[in-house]
């Protein structure tokens, strides 16, 4: 609480980890619960590795992944972590980065002017080619697909297609060299940008929540490297067994091995 308390800006690192201790879990019982047919006619065995699965047809595949986006994106996780955070941070000058792309800050109230989801969003697609940079809205025809779909497909009639060339439609989520980084995406990267330019010296903590190893390079190294540079910031990192820092950085570093909501629930009572 100290660091967050003497601290002029708060810059947040999320990771997965985060919406886990929220409760979207992947797996287990809540998979099974939004996803047990699939796992019995496929042999999926979590969200995860069923966003990967060869599906035959688009009716299946788009079913998957209206669900999928269903219960992940429009949604509000079970547990209030993503409350708490924002609670202990509203009074201060932050900015939320984020791998997530289950859209969780802007349902718990964050601004969205201070939030850039650099992997995407369950959100949005875009055109499978892709033909054109631009993302679509979807939520509205998510609800239609979940609702009419039957034995695991959706109508024909619902399959999305680019308005442009006809192609389908596909999620917009950094999987490989066809992401869509749309004016959106553009627009958030400034905001970021800008801050980190305005918060460069003084009281700066680096809140790193839930963050793998899977993409170092895009919250972990760069947290890491702004500390050094900085003799007045502080590193922090919440993850439940995978909470470590450089060893150069250990004199301004606090790293706690934990469930992210219990941690900020201890914070948020010592407030």
Same mark, same amino acid.
């Given at each position: 609480?100290?660091?967050?308390?003497?601290?002029?800006?708060?810059?947040?690192?999320?990771?997965? *980890?985060?919406?886990?201790? $929220?409760?979207?879990?992947? +797996?287990?019982?809540?998979?099974?619960? %939004?996803? *047990?047919?699939?796992?019995? $006619?496929?042999?999926?065995? +979590?969200?995860?590795?069923?966003?990967? %699965?060869?599906?035959?047809?688009?009716?299946?595949?788009?079913?998957?992944w209206s669900r999928h986006i269903m219960v992940n994106r429009y949604v509000k996780a079970p547990k209030p972590v993503y409350e708490g955070l924002l609670t202990l941070v509203q009074n201060k000058e932050y900015f939320v980065l984020t791998t997530n792309v289950d859209h969780q800050f802007q349902l718990a109230g964050f601004d969205k002017t201070r939030l850039f989801y650099t992997q995407g969003d369950y959100g949005l697609w875009q055109c499978g080619k892709p033909c054109h940079q631009a993302t679509y809205a979807n939520e509205a025809i998510v609800h239609?697909?979940?609702?009419?779909?039957?034995?695991?497909?959706?109508?024909?009639?619902?399959?999305?297609?680019?308005?442009?060339?006809?192609?389908?439609?596909?999620?917009?989520?950094?999987?490989?060299?066809?992401?869509?980084?749309?004016?959106?995406?553009?627009?958030?990267?400034?905001?970021?940008?800008?801050?980190?330019?305005?918060?460069?010296?003084?009281?700066?903590?680096y809140l790193e929540l839930g963050v793998g190893n899977n993409t170092p390079g895009i919250i972990k190294v760069p947290f890491w490297q702004m500390t050094a540079r900085n003799p007045k910031s502080v590193y922090a990192s919440i993850n439940l067994g995978q909470s470590y820092a450089p060893a150069e950085l250990s004199r301004r570093s606090l790293c706690i091995d934990g469930d992210i909501g219990t941690v900020l629930q201890r914070c948020l009572a010592a407030t």
């Open positions: 609480m100290k660091a967050l308390d003497e601290a002029d800006a708060v810059v947040i690192g999320a990771g997965a *980890g985060l919406s886990t201790s $929220a409760g979207l879990a992947y +797996d287990g019982a809540r998979f099974q619960k %939004y996803f *047990g047919d699939f796992s019995r $006619a496929y042999g999926i065995q +979590d969200m995860y590795s069923g966003g990967f %699965y060869p599906f035959e047809t688009l009716e299946e595949y788009w079913a998957w239609r697909m979940v609702k009419e779909q039957k034995d695991r497909k959706i109508p024909s009639e619902l399959i999305p297609r680019c308005p442009k060339c006809g192609a389908p439609m596909t999620m917009n989520l950094r999987c490989d060299d066809t992401f869509v980084q749309d004016e959106g995406w553009y627009r958030a990267a400034g905001w970021y940008r800008d801050f980190l330019g305005r918060h460069q010296t003084g009281a700066v903590l």
